[in-house]
């Protein structure tokens, strides 16, 4: 069981992420990461051990973001294997909540394609898959790799090139969050409600096998 909380808005990100993040330290507390998208990259902040370490991260200028907590499932922990992962290129980050059970056949399959890989979590497969699919629009890419893997997933992905957040479960838990203000619509994804519940109570709860784009 691990925790997700993701932002796309007008405001900055990391707050954000950060108090929500610790909401959520009962789905996962063994280590945690952050990415932030800024105007040329994805920056990727992780740690192992102590939450109280979220209060003094470097402030990156972003309002497209994701974050996640961990309970080490696929892979001992260590700072390599916390989330977010990236793609080959870094161009995709994605969180993930859940167990891919055909982790070892898909890996196989990516690594003869080539591709390396820097964890030992089931998690990276799907940043490579992603990358895989790169000749699609970024939604549609991550639905198909979404739909080759086995098992109660859940995940939030970004993309330096795409002006937006895409989620997708199946038996996992994903919530949006919704808030209108004078500025414009603020989005949140997470796995718990409460992640965002100081900031709305508007929310809608994904069904199995339901992708959401949120930009």
Known sequence: ??????????????PILQKGLKKL?????????????????????????DFEKLDNLPNIKSNCAISHSRWATTGKISKENAHPHTSEDNK???????IVENF??????LL????????????EIICHLIEEYSGFEFPEAVRKSFLRLKGRNAIVALHQDFSGLVGVKNGSPMIVGVKNNSTGEEYFIASDQRAFADETKKAIFLDDNELVVLN
């Open 1 to 14: 069981m691990c925790g997700i909380i993701g932002y796309l808005g007008n405001r900055e990100a990391g």
């Open 25 to 49: 330290n009962y789905r996962g507390y063994d280590s945690w990461g952050f990415g932030l998208k800024n105007k040329d990259k994805i920056e990727i902040i992780k740690d192992v051990g």
């Open 112 to 123: 003869s394609k080539g591709y390396k890989f820097k964890s030992e979590t089931d998690t």
């Open 92 to 98: 995709i980050a994605i969180v993930h909540n859940g």
């Open 104 to 109: 070892q056949e898909l890996k196989k399959e």
